[in-house]
């Protein structure tokens, strides 16, 4: 892994369409989202924690998630390939998304110092069945895979979910008047 970083998604009646607003860094819409909610969903506090300025970046209370969720965006590298790859996480995904950022910074190095595997778990609650993402295998790499980790780090570090939302896009876009037997 990486980096991480956090944004912001709300989706409309149908989870399968594409979000109808969202925000890759949490604060402010992404730039291809045609008609955003509003301009700015919050900032960063002095304690550099998100604030929420704009109510559907809100709880409304306990039990009652805001309309645009949080969520936390991973570029990862598939060690079998070296390609690199986002994974958007939210709701249920966030805990061990948490928990697992924690313990790298609990040894104060980065993400990109170790190696897990992302399994998923089976899980089964009042709304249905669902898979939620596991953390395992936590390896810290050795000096020579850390220095090439941290040089694919930065090489990555200006990359952002949105070039991915763009190219998928651009091949929907390409591949609508491919016909398919």
């Known amino acids: 892994m990486l980096a991480a970083t956090k944004g912001r998604v709300c989706w409309g009646e149908n989870i399968e369409e594409d979000p109808v607003c969202r925000s890759s860094d949490g604060l402010r819409p992404s730039d291809d989202v045609e008609k955003p909610f ?15 300025v704009f109510p559907n970046a809100q709880w ?35 805990k061990p998304v948490r928990a697992f950022r924690s313990a790298i910074g609990l ?17 089964t609650n009042h709304k249905g069945k669902f898979f939620v993402i596991q953390f395992g295998d ?17 090489q990555f570090a200006n990359r952002s979910i949105d070039q991915t939302f763009e190219a998928e896009k651009k091949m929907k876009d390409d591949l609508r008047d491919v016909p398919f037997a």
Request: proline share 5%; net charge positive; aromatic share 8%.
């Open 38 to 52: 509003n301009q700015v969903f919050g900032a960063k506090n002095a304690g550099k924690r998100f604030e929420p």
């Open 60 to 94: 409304k209370e306990k039990s009652e998630r805001p309309a645009c969720d949080e969520v936390i965006n991973l570029l990862c590298i598939n060690r079998d390939d070296d390609v690199p790859f986002f994974i958007s996480l939210h709701v249920m995904q966030l």
């Open 107 to 123: 040894r104060k190095r980065s993400l990109c110092e170790y190696q897990a595997s992302l399994p998923l778990k089976e899980t």
């Open 138 to 154: 936590l390896k810290e790499n050795n000096a020579e895979e850390k220095e090439v980790f941290r040089r694919k780090s930065f």
